[in-house]
């Protein structure tokens, strides 16, 4: 029979734990964990979960790490990737990248934002509940992830977890940077190439050549102009395109090239979708006499486990309802943990919730300490009181999820 929750004693037991959460993240930042390398750290984090007591804890396919406790009837997952970008510019930071330096509250390094945070706070939240109660007493079952590789493929690993692993859950929490706000919704984004075919000739006979360049300026131009125009919609505002790639093919440099291909990144809003966006592609190609060829390329890699993946670059728009009863658990775990009356928002970035909420239609919210502009940045840096209370809101937030839902009292 489910327990109905002492809050006041989760609280006092995760201050209590601070210094060693403390200890936790740092230790995270110290572990180097690009995407496709993170072994070392998916098997840290499997050891703090078997030494926490989880009830099960396992490396999948992909090579996420999964940790579950609690057998109750709702199913809440917990992700944070755990994979980061590289450090390209190792000078410009004003403590070494993987050192975790804690100086005047504040942690830094690569990662102290994007977002090792919230698996130190994951962690440390379980490990309490798992102490306080029996899996009898608990209405819900809490899956922790670890997740890889999101940097390089958004979505995959949950897309992953859930299609081949088969772990779907009923409620999702993204643990990407919020500044403790509760999120419920992002931009989308997709990936689009347009080739144009010419013909080829010596450049000293070029009036024998189509010059496949030359054909593709006007539709850049099409879509600069486009890009202009795009509506703004509410609450997500406006969309973007951008040409961020030209190639060009030509038997040498002193020929007309025979093809010209462009990579176009694509930012969607209320109701852009896959469909509407090449249909306003191939438009332009009409106007201009072209032929249709638009299409959306893949991702494709190895994990570090050594499997091979595959992903159509194309990232679902997603928004959950300011009322839905998973905003509303979020925004009320946020108010007590706070103290003060809590604000929800978007993210301007991609996260994993365009597999779970975008592609699985799952209730999707996200809620971590960190400002999403230090993302990726030399400037990487958390107040450390930032990350206790994200923690204090972990363990406390799937009671109140139960009882929005109305399955506790």
């Not at 490396?59 to 997952?77: R, S």
Request: some cysteine; charged content about 25%.
């Amino acid at each position: 029979m489910s327990s109905k929750p002492n809050e006041n004693q989760i609280l006092t037991s995760i201050l209590n734990a601070k210094d060693e959460l403390y200890q936790l993240f740092q230790r995270l930042i110290q572990i180097r964990s690009y995407s496709g390398e993170e072994r070392e750290i998916v098997e840290f984090i499997l050891g703090k979960m078997q030494e926490y007591g989880f009830d099960e804890a396992v490396i999948d396919g992909l090579g996420n790490v999964v940790g579950k406790i609690g057998t109750g009837k709702v199913k809440i997952l917990y992700d944070a990737h755990i994979d980061t970008v590289k450090v390209t510019d190792a000078d410009n930071w004003q403590y070494p990248p993987f050192d975790g330096k804690i100086v005047d509250g504040k942690i830094y390094g690569r990662g102290a934002v994007d977002e090792k945070p919230a698996m130190a706070g994951f962690l440390m939240a379980a490990r309490i509940i798992k102490q306080q109660f029996k899996n009898s007493e608990l209405p819900f079952t809490l899956y922790v992830v670890g997740s890889v590789l999101e940097e390089d493929v958004d979505g995959y690993p949950l897309f992953h977890l859930i299609e081949n692993e088969g772990i779907k859950p009923d409620y999702v929490l993204l643990g990407e940077p919020t500044d403790l706000q509760v999120y419920r919704g992002q931009r989308g984004r997709m990936e689009v190439k347009i080739g144009v075919t010419g013909k080829s000739a010596h450049g000293a006979h070029n009036e024998q050549g189509d010059n496949a360049i030359y054909k593709m300026m006007p539709v850049i131009k099409e879509i600069e102009e486009m890009n202009h125009h795009l509506p703004a919609v509410e609450p997500l505002g406006k969309g973007s395109i951008t040409v961020s790639q030209i190639i060009s093919r030509a038997p040498s440099l002193c020929s007309v090239p025979d093809y010209c291909e462009i990579h176009l990144d694509r930012r969607l809003t209320v109701d852009d979708n896959r469909n509407s966006v090449i249909n306003e592609l191939r438009g332009i190609l009409d106007q201009h006499k072209l032929e249709e060829n638009v299409w959306v390329p893949c991702y494709e890699g190895v994990s570090w486990k050594g499997t091979k993946y595959k992903q159509e670059s194309y990232f679902p728009t997603w928004i959950l309802e300011e009322d839905h009863p998973l905003t509303q658990a979020g925004l009320k775990a946020a108010e007590m943990i706070l103290e003060k009356p809590a604000s929800s928002g978007f993210w301007s970035f991609s996260t994993n919730g365009v597999a779970t909420a975008g592609h699985f239609d799952i209730p999707t919210i996200g809620f971590a300490p960190g400002k999403e502009e230090l993302s990726h940045s030399s400037k990487e840096e958390l107040v450390l009181d930032d990350l206790l209370k994200a923690t204090k809101f972990y363990a406390v937030f799937p009671f109140q999820l139960c009882k929005e839902i109305g399955i506790l009292g």
